[in-house]
């Protein structure tokens, strides 16, 4: 099962969405990949801080995300709904 | 001559202090001797303890973090916990163990090859490798058993130099006792910059290899307006920045240099407040708002509701007040139209700033609620913890209206006593703030035993601009010439007629117009929490002669401009 998201967050996948992205997708079961859209680059496991972070995934930017178990439907939506929570850094 | 070092200013605030020079555990790491292992098993068991102390660590300092700096920086250890957990480390560590190295070897070869990635990118992701020492270094250190340097129990007065500041460094630094922060690297948006800015710490970053010929023990200046470091400053510098620095708290009363008595007081909006306000040194309080009391719910607060209320306040600060001859002012409500109350019928306009608000609405429309707020008041004032109670009207700009006002008492009080009720009449005053209150200060301060100027309302009555008109923002300025005046004005009313005058409002909390404020006559004042050391410290430094004199400088003053000349002089 696989999914695109834009990913909304102006920071992009980085520093805080990208330690809530990696704990959500070690929380279920599935094996979840995740590759940029717009650049051909290879998939890296969803679950590894240091692999999604290398990604350099900018705001605005759209990844590809493959989900491989019983509740791949599950972590999807919960990945995209990280992506694209808004999150407030003004304070 | 004192040598001077240049880097970024980091928080714009300095201090003066002796270095200390933080060597982080990445020297320890530094080490690369190649220790043979006897069993690959018990190395990657190693790892995985320590990992989890570790991650317990980590989220101790995100809790603190939060708790002291705010959530964004906290995030930062959320985003170590990641990387701590990272399945590329685990095997990546597991190879290496089975290859035959120890734990702390295998941490090593396992955070390199992330670390130069990162750094080969730019800008934010460069900052992702100094994530990944941080937490490289952690493991280490854990591995090793090696104590960690006690960031958070360094001597008072300590300056910290360091290479860089990590965050979980930067998240122990105690501002009670740190004097400043000077790193060789960094820059301002670093998150050590952005923790110490937060916590109020002098800090200079990014200072350059420089910073290094400076050897711990010696005095420095960290100056973080400036963004630089001065070495061996002489005495007129220390004094210069020492002024600067944030101020013990002091708990006991103070006096100006040549002893004359000044009341440094908290302003409270809910008893809550109350703790912080004495924890910051605060001799008593110089306003207790009680409009809290009334807003947010369907019906009045009840006369024993409010007794509770008062009381509690009084008794936080009772052995204070005692100690330090200190009072407990209390408002009565002051209640207008910019804030809706469902059970009264208030109108923006018709109760607006220039309408039936304050005690305006206690004697007309609602004498109802300010009977029952007095008869609570009257009553606190005769308990055990009542002794430092003094009441104020708020927006009387009428002797009429302060006669009512004061009828109004004595009648409360006459009732309590004919139902046997144990009730006491305290010390009575007027706020100052409008022109009306000015003009008749001599009036009021026969009829009462203090007054207290609310600079906010006061400017904006004076000027005639409306504090909450975004556009009257340049006319909120307490060093308006008319409004100095009409300070000035009042000082003496109460001086001539007997009458302690106070202030309470933003003025009052500005250290930098402590020497002015008194030189004008104000034998109180009173502030937020945050602000009394610094002010108890300013009055210390006044002497009172020097402060009339440049009071009566500063009342020759027609512009706002001379006014600001004047005060600059002064420093």
């Known amino acids: 099962m696989e999914r695109v998201v834009t990913v909304v967050p102006e920071d992009g996948l980085h520093a805080r969405p990208a330690a809530k992205f990696v704990e959500t997708a070690g929380e279920y079961e599935a094996r979840v990949t995740v590759e940029p859209v717009d650049e051909s680059r290879p998939a890296v496991a969803a679950d590894s801080m240091l692999a999604v972070t290398g990604l350099g995934i900018k705001g605005g930017n759209s990844v590809k995300l493959v989900a491989d178990g019983d509740d791949a439907e599950a972590v999807l939506d919960a990945l995209e709904a990280v992506l694209t929570e808004t999150v407030d850094e003004s304070q | ?571």
């Open chain 2, 1 to 571: 001559m004192a040598k001077q070092l240049t880097g970024v200013g980091a928080t714009p605030r300095s201090g003066v202090g002796t270095v200390i020079w933080y060597e982080r555990e990445s020297t320890v790491s530094a080490d690369t001797a190649q220790e043979p292992s006897d069993d690959p098993a018990v190395e990657f068991e190693r790892f995985e303890t320590a990992r989890n102390t570790a991650i317990e660590e980590v989220e101790t300092e995100r809790d603190r973090t939060r708790e002291r700096v705010g959530d964004e920086e906290a995030n930062v250890f959320e985003a170590h916990k990641q990387f701590l957990k990272d399945p590329q480390i685990e095997s990546a560590v597991k190879t290496a163990v089975e290859s035959g190295v120890v734990a702390e070897n295998a941490v090593r070869e396992a955070f390199a090859g992330p670390i130069k990635q990162f750094s080969a990118m730019d800008g934010m992701m460069a900052e992702r490798a100094d994530d990944l020492r941080d937490v490289r270094d952690r493991l280490i250190r854990i591995l090793r058993g090696a104590e960690r340097t006690d960031l958070s129990a360094l001597p008072d007065g300590s300056v910290v130099f360091a290479d860089l500041l990590t965050p979980s460094d930067t998240a122990q630094l105690s501002p009670e006792s740190i004097a400043g922060v000077a790193t060789v690297k960094g820059g301002r948006t670093s998150h050590a910059a952005i923790i110490a800015r937060s916590l109020g710490i002098p800090a200079v970053v990014g200072v350059g290899d420089d910073l290094r010929t400076v050897t711990e023990g010696e005095t420095v200046v960290v100056d973080g307006n400036g963004g630089t470091i001065i070495v061996g400053p002489d005495r007129e510098a220390i004094k210069q920045y020492e002024a600067e620095t944030t101020a013990a708290v002091t708990n006991s009363s103070v006096t100006t240099a040549n002893s004359v008595p000044i009341e440094v007081a908290g302003n409270l909006g809910t008893p809550a407040e109350a703790p912080p306000a004495v924890k910051a040194g605060a001799d008593g309080v110089g306003l207790f708002r009680t409009e809290f009391l009334f807003l947010d719910r369907d019906a009045p607060p009840t006369e024993d509701e409010q007794f509770e209320a008062y009381y509690e306040v009084c008794s936080q600060f009772a052995d204070r007040c005692a100690n330090n001859d200190g009072h407990v002012i209390i408002r009565t409500a002051d209640i207008g139209g910019d804030k809706p109350i469902p059970y009264l019928s208030l109108d923006p306009e018709e109760n607006g700033f220039l309408g039936a608000r304050g005690i305006r609405l206690s004697l007309e429309e609602h004498t109802d609620l300010f009977e029952t707020q007095l008869r609570a008041l009257l009553r606190v004032a005769a308990t055990d913890v009542g002794d430092s109670i003094a009441v104020m009207f708020p927006l009387v700009s009428t002797v009429e209206e302060l006669a009512a006002a004061i009828d109004r008492v004595e009648r409360v009080q006459t009732a309590l006593d004919a139902e046997g009720v144990t009730a006491r009449v305290p010390e009575l005053g007027v706020m100052i703030e409008t022109p009306g209150s000015v003009f008749l200060a001599n009036a009021f301060a026969k009829r009462v035993d203090f007054l207290s100027i609310g600079t906010n309302d006061l400017v904006q009555y004076v000027l005639a601009a409306q504090r909450d008109l975004d556009r009257m923002d340049s006319y909120q300025d307490p060093l308006a010439p008319a409004v100095l005046r009409a300070i000035d004005h009042t000082t003496t009313a109460a001086e001539n007629n007997d009458a302690w005058v106070g202030m309470c409002g933003e003025m009052a909390g500005d250290p930098t117009l402590t020497e002015l404020l008194i030189g004008l006559g104000l034998s109180e004042l009173s502030m937020s929490a945050v602000t009394i050391p610094e002010v108890k410290q300013a009055v210390k430094d006044t002497d009172t002669a020097a402060a009339r004199e440049l009071a009566e400088t500063v009342l020759a003053c027609e512009t706002h401009t001379e006014v600001r000349a004047a005060l600059e002089m002064e420093k």
